[in-house]
């Protein structure tokens, strides 16, 4: 059942952090679904301007709702993830999304403001909330020193004018992560003392944790062993830190690379182990069920698993 993310984050707000998994094909859609189902979670799916693009959009769609018929018990949001403007408003007219991301964190301030007021006036008029960006996400392995890092942070007091004057319903905050495989060398955690800062002046207000995927260094030396050549000093978020996040204010946790590594680690062990085969639905089977599993785990990190009868429950009233 396709839920508004605004009610998902109003019962998790504090209390645990819902996980938000992008989607691109079948296999990802029936892992995802199963793994929740196996966690008694609540979800969100997201979906980019990527996906829309690889799939086709009336595919896409098709997958969820597919998926959602052999799923009954399923309650998630559907969400765009990194939109434009234009993107955002495709969405909100379909009739098929909970909730847009519009993505305008490179622009001046001013300007985030003004695109992201246009989009909220747009969704809201529909029924759908808007996360909006503000701070600058770190890049790939950046050579850049603990001050300048901080100056990229989400400054708390610009975010409280930034929401009072955008109207967005949640905000995605620049803490100390990064997206992709290669975020961090050495030691790395999120800035706790920044997300508390930030809750002091939103509190109650939903905030977006992007780049929250974990690159476990045993995923990547699996890969390695298999032919791969990902670099293997990649680090990512601790999942262990997921939950104290939550408790300071961050309801949604983006999680995309990860479920590719596993994607990679099942295909490239299973045409290792088995050269002479190409009935790709034996590997796309193993795939299905490890996806689920490392779901099952996310969700475990995130404390919400065993929320989904509660979800249910407060939904029905
Ligand atoms: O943050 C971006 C997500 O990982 C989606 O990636 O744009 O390659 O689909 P994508
Ligand atoms: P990762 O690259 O860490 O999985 O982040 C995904 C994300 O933020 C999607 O919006
Ligand atoms: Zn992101």
Not at 308 to 316: F, I, K, N
Request: glycine content about 8%.
């Amino acid at each position: 059942m396709i839920v508004t993310t605004a009610e998902l984050f109003r019962l998790a707000y504090g209390k645990y952090a819902v996980g938000a998994y992008n989607i691109n094909n079948m296999e990802q859609a029936l892992g995802l679904f199963k793994g929740h189902m196996d966690a008694e979670a609540p979800f969100i799916i997201q979906i980019s301007k990527g996906a829309r693009k690889y799939a086709g959009i009336p595919m896409i769609e098709a997958i969820i709702r597919a998926a959602d018929q052999m799923f009954p018990q399923a309650i998630y949001a559907v969400h765009l993830d990194h939109g434009d403007e234009a993107t955002c408003y495709a969405c909100i007219d379909s009739g098929f999304y909970s909730s847009v991301m519009i993505d305008a964190s490179h622009e001046p301030f001013e300007q985030n403001v003004a695109i992201t007021r246009r989009v909220v006036e747009r969704a809201h008029a529909k029924g759908l909330s808007v996360e909006a960006e503000l701070g600058m996400l770190g890049g790939v392995e950046e050579d850049i020193s603990v001050d300048e890092k901080h100056t990229m942070l989400t400054d708390p007091l610009e975010a409280k004018t930034f929401v009072e004057r955008s109207g967005c319903d949640s905000l995605a905050v620049a803490i100390g992560t990064s997206h992709g495989a290669y975020k961090f060398k050495g030691q790395q955690s999120l800035h706790f003392d920044r997300i508390a800062a930030i809750q002091q002046q939103l509190p109650g207000y939903p905030m977006v944790m992007h780049g929250s995927s974990s690159v476990p260094q045993d995923e990547v030396a699996r890969i390695n062993a298999a032919g791969g050549a990902l670099d293997p000093s990649a680090r990512g978020v601790d999942d262990n830190e997921f939950k104290r996040a939550a408790s300071l204010g961050v309801t949604k946790v983006n999680i995309d690379t990860d479920g590719r590594l596993v994607w990679t680690r099942v295909h490239r062990e299973y045409f290792q182990q088995h050269p002479a085969e190409f009935d790709f639905r034996k590997p796309g089977a193993v795939y299905v069920d490890e996806y689920a599993k490392f779901i099952v785990h996310k969700s475990n990190k995130l404390g919400s698993a065993g929320q989904l009868e509660g979800v249910r429950t407060a939904l029905a009233k």
